[in-house]
């Protein structure tokens, strides 16, 4: 990798800029003599792990954390003192990842808090205001101005997000992890807009976990680890292997661990044949101990509604599926879970956890029966697994009480695997494991989840990463239309198959983009040699 200036040119101005910047909390040193900057016309993406320091760079940007040490200018100004009212008034904006929408509040009410005063509306004209605005904001957004920002979905309200930090007419964009809820049409509707901003002159400072997506959308690229600068590169002079390598301090290749060895031939732990529910089937596969299969396909393809259905969430219309030699009904998800089939939900915060509770709680709450004697639970034997499985899934907490709402993306995600290591599942279905998931914890998520298979278990993984499909699975089916329309075996395994296999599939999207929000490669005019 070389570094660079960014592709609309080195001599660009400046519209923000970090100057030695550190900061300490307590005994933790969030950032040590950070430097970074953005230019006019330009995206620079910032990527590092979960505690890398990319939200203290971010707070103190933006007026909401004061630096120890350091500088920081805004078009050419300095920013004085920790406000972000002066930050946005010099032309700072900023989209946040958990957004700052008061959901009570219609989103033409939203839109007006946002706006600077001398350019807010007159009461009665704020609903038509309101309509204008969101009419030229290239997000393929269907709002009306007048519905409470609470009804809206998750993917609506990160997409309305940036559309309110619009509104001030920045000089310079903050996005932290704008695409995490979105799905590849809404990134792609996102990128068009970052690219209008860019036309106009704005700098866009990018952050995000989603590597291929900071590839395709940014001009430099700055990479954090332990609060320390890593390196600024060219975004087309640089590969997302040596990107992971900065960001985690190894190898790329040390990311996926290997399958153990066996001997012999495998158990069957799940078959199922003529499955059918709704949006999807019917399917027929089957699952042998010790072994990852993945499911690949376009979205809206009967992906979330066959992991539904295998968790007893949904009931099934036809089919058959054995577990363990023992034909199911799965008219519920006690019955899943009794016969050995568990599921990671995707969206971990509203369906796998209960934030409130502390990390022994979450982890231990679908298997209190093991810790309980004649009605007792044993309060030692608890803490003494979860704190092994903290220390071996090495979940960074204070506390094994620490509500996991406070915890990171990652180590949430963690604390939701730790559960099929108490409970011992047969088969684990692993909906998006990874999703908004920094690049160090995914690489102990598949560690953990590779170690559950080792043991014995079976793995079904759906993720929309080609990249972790090729490098985590054994072999990959590929969904179209709500059935099974081509298997990818192991020696097969690549990105590129596992794209052009849906790819060439009926059921592209109508964007003319791969199922993974990032461009289709261009079929070869010749045979791929080995």
Request: aromatic share 6%; charged share 25%.
């Amino acid at each position: 990798m070389s570094s660079g200036g960014p592709g609309g040119g080195s001599t660009a101005e400046t519209v923000l800029e970090l100057a030695g910047v550190s900061r300490q909390f307590g005994a933790v040193r969030a950032l040590t003599d950070v430097s970074f900057d953005c230019r006019a016309g330009e995206v620079h993406a910032l990527v590092g792990e979960n505690g890398s320091g990319k939200s203290t760079l971010l707070g103190i940007a933006s007026g909401f954390v004061e630096q120890d040490r350091g500088t920081v200018h805004i078009a050419g100004k300095r920013l004085r003192t920790d406000s972000p009212a002066l930050a946005r008034k010099m032309g700072l904006a900023m989209a946040y990842q958990d957004t700052s929408l008061v959901l009570a509040q219609p989103v033409k009410n939203n839109l007006y808090m946002a706006a600077p005063p001398d350019e807010r509306p007159a009461f009665w004209r704020r609903k038509k205001w309101a309509r204008r605005l969101l009419g030229e904001f290239d997000l393929d957004m269907e709002l009306f101005p007048d519905s409470p920002a609470g009804f809206l979905t998750l993917a609506e309200r990160q997409m309305f997000e940036v559309a309110k930090a619009l509104v001030s007419d920045p000089k310079v964009l903050l996005l932290d992890e704008p695409t995490t809820a979105l799905g590849p049409d809404e990134v792609e509707a996102l990128h068009r807009t970052v690219a209008a901003c860019r036309r106009r002159g704005v700098g866009v400072v990018y952050v995000s976990h989603r590597l291929p997506e900071v590839l395709e959308i940014a001009d430099r690229i700055t990479v954090l680890r332990d609060g320390k600068i890593r390196g600024s590169f060219d975004a087309n002079e640089t590969t997302e292997h040596e990107l992971v390598e900065l960001i985690v301090g190894r190898p790329f290749e040390s990311a996926f661990p290997a399958a153990a060895e066996t001997s012999g031939g495998r158990r069957e732990v799940l078959v199922v044949d003529g499955f059918q529910g709704q949006s999807f089937g019917p399917v027929s596969f089957t699952l042998e101990a010790g072994e990852v299969v993945g499911i690949a396909g376009a979205e809206g393809n009967g992906q979330p509604q066959l992991f539904d259905t295998l968790s007893g969430r949904t009931p099934p219309r036809a089919g058959r599926v054995v577990c363990d030699g023992k034909e199911l009904t799965l008219i519920s998800t006690h019955e899943a879970i009794r016969s050995g089939i568990m599921l990671l939900p995707g969206d971990r915060k509203r369906e796998a956890l209960a934030p409130v509770l502390g990390v022994r709680a979450n982890s231990t709450i679908q298997s209190l029966r093991r810790f309980s004697f004649l009605g007792f639970l044993r309060r030692r034997a608890e803490r003494k697994a979860v704190k092994d499985l903290v220390a071996e899934l090495e979940i960074r907490t204070p506390s094994l009480e620490q509500p996991v709402e406070f915890l990171s993306g990652g180590n949430q995600q963690k604390v939701s695997v730790s559960r099929t290591f108490l409970r011992e599942p047969s088969v684990i279905l692993a909906y998006e494991p990874t999703q908004g998931v920094d690049v160090g914890s995914r690489f102990d998520i598949y560690r953990a989840l590779r170690a559950r298979t080792d043991s014995g278990a079976a793995l079904l993984v759906k993720s929309s990463d080609p990249i972790e499909l090729s490098g985590l699975c054994d072999r990959v089916l590929v969904m179209s239309r709500g059935t099974i329309v081509e298997e990818i075996p192991g020696d097969e395994l690549d990105e590129l198959r596992i794209v052009e296999a849906i790819v060439r599939g009926p059921g592209v999207s109508r964007s003319g983009r791969s199922p993974f929000g990032v461009a289709m490669p261009k079929a070869p005019t010749t045979e791929p040699t080995s």
